[in-house]
């Protein structure tokens, strides 16, 4: 029910009414097409006859008067029916009484057969034979069919013409019907419209007052929310302040003051980049085409540097961080928003931290230790130690350095679950493939969001090799002194039986056997 009363509906039904309105008038024009259509067959018809009756007393009258100049205008006549039934056989094709025309045309054609031959014997003197054929039976025959076939063709055309007026009428009717109903759809869907009208108007007239209390409330909103935005501007943290699309400066906050060390009007209203960026950090000069805050009004970029300093009122710098992002309006750029901060200490903490890595690198590259670390097969550091004594370094694939390769599958495993590997012996082959002794400790790294290991290795094989020449020689001194210590006792077990003979046979002990 609603479409009936949108302005769609509206149209709608104009057109409705336009189209049934065009089918009338084309019925209409059709009708009368058809009524003058029917109307030439009619004449022509009449004329045909008419033509034919006199094409007929001409030859009678010649035949009996013999007289010839009676037939001087049959061809002119002749011509003029065979262009009437031609015109008719036009007029009428594609309606019923086609096949009537055609059996006319036909009659007419063997009408004209006789007479041809009468005409040519009368133009020979041969009266009687034209006579005999002009009243003979077969042409009388003939004639006769033709004459009913051109009085029965009218009452066919009118009964033709009666049953399409009566169509047309029955189409008419229905289009005047519909022309009317649609005349009276418009003018329904038009009240229609009309009340929608005045209520769309009284709604508009709620919309409107509702809009301005709206409109009220949104400026109060605003004012505060503006209020709320000078107290958060003001208690930022960060520097901040507006551009123009001159590069003059609309507005600034206390901390950008603070740090630049201006008061606002002095800042206000004047060309940031003349006041606080017209130079690089070594006093060279920035030049303006190349500022990156200018980009941002210039050429709606947004832009984020980290390495750039600004200048305070007493033309000492500091380093900062800042970002410049355009002000759009309706598609215009109207200026710019710069917010920075000061990153003096990050920078200072920065250095630190590059002097701290610098240390850690000179002893990493120092130590008399092996160091490296790998990630999926591939080297990522090696001190020179590492590349000496393994001829490996950065870069490269990680060499197969160990004798008994299942030994690193362990390794890893142990790796994985105890999360360190510490102080395990283990031979790895060297730079010139020799067997070395090496203590190894391994800890888990991640290197550029790769897994790896991170290793200390430590070529003790001199020192094994000394401790265990120590060990043998220990072991000879163990041995030369459980042989002495054996002498010794068979020695005096010697004694006491020499001892022990003397006193058998009576005689003194030879030896003094102390005991300690």
């Not at 990050?346 to 890595?357: L, N, S, T, V, W």
């Not at 283990?426 to 493939?433: G, T, V």
């Amino acid at each position: 029910m609603r479409f009936f009363n949108s302005v769609k509906a509206l149209y709608s039904a104009v057109g409705i009414l336009s189209l049934f309105l065009m089918l009338g008038y084309y019925l209409d024009v059709q009708s009368d097409a058809m009524n003058d259509r029917h109307l030439e067959v009619s004449i022509e018809l009449e004329r045909m006859i008419r033509l034919d009756q006199e094409l007929t007393s001409m030859l009678s009258l010649a035949v009996v008067e013999h007289n010839a100049l009676r037939t001087t205008s049959y061809d002119t006549v002749r011509h003029d029916i065979e262009a009437a039934i031609m015109k008719v056989a036009d007029l009428t094709k594609g309606q019923s009484i086609t096949q009537e025309i055609s059996a006319l045309s036909e009659g007419f054609k063997e009408i004209s057969g006789f007479e041809e031959t009468a005409l040519q014997l009368m133009r020979s003197d041969r009266w009687k034979e034209a006579g005999d054929i002009l009243f003979g039976d077969a042409y009388l025959r003939v004639k006769k069919t033709h004459e009913i076939d051109s009085e029965a063709i009218p009452g066919i055309v009118r009964g033709e013409i009666e049953t399409i007026e009566k169509r047309f009428n029955r189409i008419k009717s229905a289009a005047l019907i519909a022309r009317i109903a649609a005349l009276c759809l418009l003018l329904w869907t038009g009240i229609m419209f009309s009340r929608r009208t005045r209520a769309d108007l009284a709604e508009q007239v709620r919309l409107r007052t509702e809009i301005s209390v709206a409109k009220e409330a949104l400026e109060a909103r605003v004012l505060e929310r503006t209020e709320e935005l000078r107290l958060l501007l003001h208690s930022a943290g960060e520097g901040i302040f507006g551009m123009d699309t001159a590069g003059r400066v609309t507005f600034i906050n206390p901390a950008a003051l603070n740090m630049l060390g201006y008061v606002e009007t002095e800042i206000t209203g004047k060309s940031a980049h003349d006041l606080i960026h017209h130079s690089h950090a070594d006093g060279s000069p920035y030049p303006e085409k190349d500022c990156l805050m200018n980009a941002s009004f210039t050429s709606a970029a947004i832009n984020r540097v980290t390495d750039e300093v600004l200048w305070r009122k007493d033309r000492s710098s500091f380093p900062v961080e800042y970002s410049s992002t355009p002000i759009a309006k309706d598609g215009r750029i109207m200026g710019a928003v710069v917010s920075f901060r000061d990153i003096t200490e990050r920078k200072q903490m920065e250095q630190k931290i590059i002097a701290e890595g610098e240390r850690l690198k000179n002893i990493l590259y120092t130590a008399p230790i092996n160091i490296a670390f790998s990630t999926k097969g591939k080297i990522h550091f090696a001190n020179p130690l590492f590349v000496d004594t393994f001829g490996a370094k950065a870069g490269d694939a990680s060499p197969q350095l160990y004798v008994h390769p299942e030994e690193r599958d362990a390794l890893v495993e142990r790796l994985k679950r105890d999360g360190i590997v510490k102080d395990v012996e283990i031979k790895m082959f060297n730079s010139r493939k020799q067997a070395r002794d090496m203590l190894i400790t391994y800890m888990p790294i991640n290197y550029e969001g790769e897994d790896g290991i991170l290793g200390w290795l430590m070529d003790f094989t001199e020192r094994k090799q000394s401790e265990e020449a120590l060990k043998e020689h220990m072991e000879d001194l163990e041995r030369f002194s459980r042989l002495t210590i054996d002498r010794e006792e068979r020695m005096i077990q010697l004694k006491e039986e020499i001892n022990m003979l003397l006193e058998q046979m009576g005689r003194e002990k030879k030896y003094t056997i102390v005991v300690e």
